[in-house]
């Protein structure tokens, strides 16, 4: 069984929606993952965010002298304050966990040179002096004990608020 069998000629990218992604526009997001990456030699770290309805989006932050102002902003508006900015080590793969299950407000626009696919364009704290993103409600959550982020967990914790 190959591939050709799901050929479509008529097949446009643009079309089809965004799918779980995230479209254009702010949104309210955690951060739910990361993982290490490397282009051209040059080591990154890509995190992925996720709204209250499950829509995600990806984003690269290479480990360069040059381009670490742009990974401590968003350190920053997760919440970590200048202690704890002060001991992240982004070159130890482990310490990107501390963002995990942060909450943040993130701009997705088009990436350069695309026009489907996006990328973080700006972000800040959530609700930084300004109204929140708008988007569907959420059903009342049953309270629940919150859990806590610990640098032994790896994943995204749903039970966690937005």
Request: aromatic share 10%.
């Amino acid at each position: 069984m190959g591939l050709n069998q799901y050929y479509d000629p008529d097949y446009d990218p643009k079309s089809t929606g965004s799918g779980s992604y995230l479209e254009p526009g702010t949104h309210d997001v955690r951060v739910v993952s990361y993982r290490m990456i490397t282009l051209a030699k040059n080591p990154g770290v890509e995190f992925t965010v996720q709204d209250c309805d499950g829509r995600t989006c990806k984003n690269a932050f290479w480990l360069t002298e040059k381009a670490m102002t742009r990974l401590c902003s968003f350190a920053a508006a997760c919440g970590l304050n200048h202690q704890e900015r002060d001991i992240y080590n982004p070159d130890d793969a482990n310490c990107h966990q501390a963002l995990v299950n942060r909450p943040l407000t993130v701009e997705i626009d088009l990436q350069d040179n695309s026009d489907i696919y996006c990328e973080f364009k700006n972000w800040r704290p959530r609700n930084a002096g300004q109204a929140p993103a708008q988007q569907v409600a959420r059903p009342p959550a049953v309270e629940q004990p919150q859990a806590q982020a610990t640098p032994e967990a790896s994943t995204y914790d749903p039970d966690i608020p937005f």
